[in-house]
């Protein structure tokens, strides 16, 4: 008898954002472009987005009054 055992891996997605003073921004939205995964900043402006199979992803951070950011190609392994 032949069994076969598959595992979802997945990791997380961490990070800070702050402003060009070094301040924590509060509340903004981080996502990985092209999928529904995303989080919001808290007070320390810390994110962390759960769940992320390995690949490559664009991460898009946005906040009203500033610039969206996107960085490119963020390599995410197991």
């Known amino acids: 008898m032949a ?3 598959f595992a979802q891996v ?4 961490y990070g800070e954002i702050s402003d060009l ?3 924590p ?3 903004a939205s ?3 472009e092209g999928t529904q995964m995303g989080a919001q900043t ?3 402006g810390n994110y962390e987005i759960t769940g992320v199979a390995p690949g ?3 991460i898009i951070a946005s ?3 500033y610039q969206s950011q996107t960085k490119y190609n963020i390599i995410v392994r197991s």
Not at 10 to 13: D, E, I
């Open 25 to 27: 921004i509060i509340g």
């Open 56 to 58: 490559s992803y664009n």
């Open 30 to 32: 981080v996502y990985l």
């Open 10 to 13: 997945s990791t997380s997605v």
């Open 3 to 5: 069994e076969s055992l």
């Open 63 to 65: 906040y009203l009054g």
């Open 42 to 44: 808290n007070l320390f």
């Open 21 to 23: 003073q070094g301040e």
